[in-house]
């Protein structure tokens, strides 16, 4: 007789399990929970945002732009060392995973590759 590969169940503990889709089901007790586990869906949540010099940024931080950005719809661009603060990291689109207000400019997305902490 081989071994079940299935984990016993958590209602229970039998140890009948078996799958049924993308869930596991004690026939012993009824109780149905997914197959996959929960720390592989809470590792891929947790997104890492590095600056330009390898620093971890999070929501709230302040940053510096490291270098001259044009800006579409301006004749002046926003020049480097000019300071951004609160930022809130978002999963913007082509790579713009800042959201922030940028003094004399409004609101917009910069890429983290442009700025460093402060």
């Given at each position: 007789?081989?071994?079940?590969?299935?984990?016993?169940?958590?209602?229970?503990?039998?140890?009948?399990?078996?799958e049924m889709?993308?869930?596991?089901?004690?026939?012993?007790?009824?109780?149905?929970?997914?197959?996959?586990?929960?720390?592989?869906?809470?590792?891929?949540?947790?997104?890492?945002?590095?600056?330009?010099?390898?620093?971890?940024?999070?929501?709230?931080?302040?940053?510096?732009?490291?270098?001259?950005?044009?800006?579409?719809?301006?004749?002046?661009?926003?020049?480097?060392?000019?300071?951004?603060?609160?930022?809130?990291?978002?999963?913007?689109?082509?790579?713009?995973?800042?959201?922030?207000?940028?003094?004399?400019?409004?609101?917009m997305q910069?890429?983290?590759?442009?700025?460093?902490?402060?």
């Amino acid at each position: 007789m081989t071994d079940n590969p299935m984990p016993p169940c958590p209602e229970c503990s039998g140890t009948f399990a078996y799958e049924m889709g993308a869930l596991l089901v004690c026939p012993e007790c009824g109780h149905e929970w997914p197959a996959a586990s929960d720390e592989s869906g809470e590792a891929a949540e947790q997104r890492v945002v590095k600056d330009a010099v390898g620093n971890v940024l999070a929501d709230g931080d302040t940053v510096t732009v490291v270098k001259g950005l044009k800006v579409k719809g301006s004749p002046s661009g926003i020049k480097a060392g000019t300071k951004v603060r609160n930022i809130r990291l978002v999963d913007g689109v082509d790579g713009h995973d800042i959201a922030c207000k940028v003094e004399g400019f409004g609101p917009m997305q910069l890429k983290s590759s442009v700025v460093r902490k402060v």
